[in-house]
Nanobody
Framework: VQLQASGGGLVRPGGSLTLSCVAS????????MGWYRQAPGKQRELVAT???????DYAASVEDRFTISRSNPRNTVWLQMNSLKPEDTGIYYC???????????WGQGTLVTVSS
């Protein structure tokens, strides 16, 4: 399985960005897709996930500002990010996994910089 993320960039505080991630290859439909991020000098952390059935989960720091969505036929997950803050800066990684199995894949990461 390959994951191709895109949509990162430089944005001012209060601005918006939408990240996209397209999966290809031997995809198992019952996967959970998600976004994680890693800020400079910090560990990778969960941002948001969405199951194949549409159940979502968010980090407390983003749940009122970010929206995750997916299209199963298009094997695509999006992260709509609004009201961005400097602390949202980091490399955002797309992930696709099935809990309890070896099915766990990562994209290459896309850089989001929030700065004035």
């Amino acid at each position: 399985v390959q994951l191709q993320a895109s949509g990162g960039g430089l944005v001012r505080p209060g601005g918006s960005l939408t990240l996209s991630c397209v999966a290809s290859g031997k995809i198992l439909s019952r996967n959970t897709m998600g976004w994680y991020r890693q800020a400079p000098g910090k560990q990778r952390e969960l941002v948001a996930t969405v199951t194949s059935g549409g159940t979502t989960d968010y980090a407390a720091s983003v749940e009122d500002r970010f929206t995750i969505s997916r299209s199963n036929p298009r094997n695509t997950v999006w992260l709509q990010m609004n009201s961005l803050k400097p602390e949202d800066t980091g490399i955002y990684y797309c992930n696709s996994k099935i809990r309890g199995t070896d099915y766990n894949y990562w994209g290459q990461g896309t850089l989001v910089t929030v700065s004035s």
